[in-house]
């Protein structure tokens, strides 16, 4: 079996700690990274495979759409998990192959749920 590991592409520690704390009690997830910017993220994608990455647009250095565009046209295989507080980009997420879109105001408990069932 294929391990799953979790990238997480979040620029506020504490929310990217609270997920990071929340899986750790999954067993289904391997290894799990944080991230704060966008071309760290995709350094990683070069040397990791990941099955599951929780996405935030608003980064550092750039937007997160850019990462879903950069991972489809390479075909990455992984499901995108957007969480974010910019609800206006969830229709130009799922275009650009996220697998769901959370809202970070409310969503984080259903964000945690859907990770461990995936």
Known sequence: MKSNNLLIVEDNSYIG??????VKEFSGI???RLTKTLQEAISFF???TFKLVVLDLNL???NGIELLKWSKERQIE??????S???ELKRISLKY???AFFDKAKDFDE???TLKNA
Do not use: H, R, Y
């Open 46 to 48: 070069n040397t990791t």
């Open 30 to 32: 391997q290894d799990v």
């Open 60 to 62: 550092p250095d750039g």
């Open 111 to 113: 964000l945690i749920e």
């Open 78 to 83: 992984a499901k995108f998990f957007v969480f």
């Open 17 to 22: 700690e609270k997920i990071v704390n929340a």
């Open 85 to 87: 507080s910019s609800t």
């Open 97 to 99: 192959g996220a697998f």
